[in-house]
């Protein structure tokens, strides 16, 4: 069982940057691909970014690509999405998400995920 809980959302003017944490519970976190997603209100949940359990490996989204850095700190239990540039259509509740296949992609490839936290860009 792996528990999730994320922090670091807020409101930030366009143009802006801000850090997301998600820090897990459990002895295997290291074990685990950890991925982004977001869902804006009215709108499906979509992926953002994705780290392999070693970090060796990411993906983004192409509307991220360039701006959004993931990384993880094993030794802390923590996964960060890094999130520069930032426009209004980034507006969403950011979510982070376990799985134990970093092939694996969509919500429905995920094991565990955390409550979300709240990110609005002002124009």
């Known amino acids: 069982q792996v528990q999730l809980v994320e922090s670091g959302g807020g409101l930030v003017q366009a143009g802006g940057s801000l850090r997301l944490s998600c820090a897990a519970s459990?002895?295997?976190?290291?074990?685990?691909?950890m991925d982004w997603f977001r869902q804006a209100p009215g709108k499906e949940r979509e992926f953002v970014a994705a780290?392999?359990?070693?970090?060796?490996?990411?993906r983004y989204a192409d509307s991220v690509k360039g701006r959004f850095t993931i990384s993880r700190d094993n030794a802390k239990n923590t996964v960060y999405l890094q999130m520069n540039s930032l426009k209004p259509e980034d507006t969403a509740v950011y979510y982070c998400?376990?799985?134990?296949?970093?092939?694996?992609?969509?919500?429905?490839?995920?094991?565990?995920w955390g409550k979300g936290t709240l990110v609005t860009v002002s124009s």
């Open positions: 459990g002895r295997t976190f290291s074990s685990y691909a």
């Open positions: 780290i392999s359990w070693s970090g060796g490996s990411t």
């Open positions: 998400a376990a799985t134990r296949g970093f092939a694996r992609v969509g919500v429905d490839g995920m094991d565990y």
